[in-house]
């Protein structure tokens, strides 16, 4: 068992050289909410495959709760947790390594608040943040990544993305915030809120 990497913002890291067993990887996502005025709200984990030029292959390449698998059906969301927990993963994506499709450069995974305008609510009441990357063969946690910043007006976080990197994966720690959220996002990868 190796031990695991706490890695930091902007880091860019190896997945795959170091593990090159790695062929079936558990992205979990973690978040907690804050005390607000009591209004329960949903957040929700999805993954954006671009293309080498940072766009989204299609609108079928925004993996989510309303797609849950990308068309190469190597990328995949498991469930809408509308809970949260400072415990444990919230929400996982998982991806087969070597079943992305070869136009597939990058994957990008980010954390949104639903309806996040009709509530007035904000990164500001969200806690314990965090992304564990795991084998899913073995269950072993690789890297782990838990942001300090703490978001006042952002809907929407990208956290990570794996990206191709001679022949093998790397993480590129990202943690962007978005007060436009999602639909922010959407566009900068070629997409519409609509997707």
């Given at each position: 068992?190796?031990?695991?990497?706490s890695?930091?913002?902007?880091?860019?890291?190896?997945?795959?050289?170091?593990?090159?067993?790695?062929?079936?990887?558990?992205?979990g996502?973690?978040?907690?909410?804050?005390?607000t005025d009591g209004?329960d709200?949903?957040?929700?984990?999805?993954?954006?495959?671009?293309?080498?030029?940072?766009?989204a292959?299609?609108?079928?390449h925004?993996?989510?709760?309303?797609?849950?698998?990308?068309?190469?059906?190597?990328?995949?969301?498991?469930?809408?947790n509308?809970?949260?927990?400072?415990?444990?993963?919230?929400?996982?994506?998982?991806i087969?390594l070597?079943?992305?499709?070869?136009?597939?450069h990058?994957?990008?995974?980010?954390?949104?608040?639903?309806?996040?305008?009709?509530?007035?609510?904000?990164?500001?009441?969200v806690?314990?943040?965090?992304v564990?990357?795991?084998?899913?063969?073995?269950?072993?946690?690789s890297?782990?990544?838990?942001?300090?910043?703490?978001y006042?007006t952002?809907?929407?976080?990208?956290?990570?993305?794996?990206?191709r990197?001679?022949?093998?994966?790397?993480?590129?720690?990202?943690?962007?915030?978005y007060?436009?959220?999602?639909?922010?996002?959407?566009?900068?990868?070629?997409?519409?809120?609509?997707?």
């Amino acid at each position: 068992m190796t031990a695991t990497i706490s890695l930091s913002k902007g880091q860019k890291i190896d997945l795959t050289k170091a593990n090159p067993s790695l062929k079936k990887l558990k992205v979990g996502l973690r978040w907690a909410k804050r005390a607000t005025d009591g209004v329960d709200f949903d957040l929700d984990a999805s993954a954006i495959l671009l293309n080498a030029e940072g766009k989204a292959l299609s609108d079928k390449h925004f993996v989510f709760y309303g797609n849950p698998v990308s068309p190469d059906g190597a990328v995949k969301t498991h469930g809408d947790n509308r809970q949260g927990g400072a415990e444990g993963d919230a929400e996982t994506i998982t991806i087969d390594l070597e079943a992305v499709a070869a136009d597939v450069h990058r994957i990008q995974f980010q954390i949104t608040i639903h309806d996040a305008a009709a509530h007035n609510l904000t990164f500001g009441q969200v806690s314990n943040t965090g992304v564990r990357f795991i084998d899913e063969d073995t269950g072993e946690v690789s890297h782990t990544y838990d942001p300090s910043e703490d978001y006042s007006t952002e809907t929407c976080v990208v956290l990570v993305e794996i990206y191709r990197h001679d022949g093998g994966w790397k993480i590129n720690t990202i943690n962007q915030g978005y007060a436009s959220g999602l639909i922010g996002v959407l566009a900068q990868a070629g997409l519409t809120a609509t997707a």
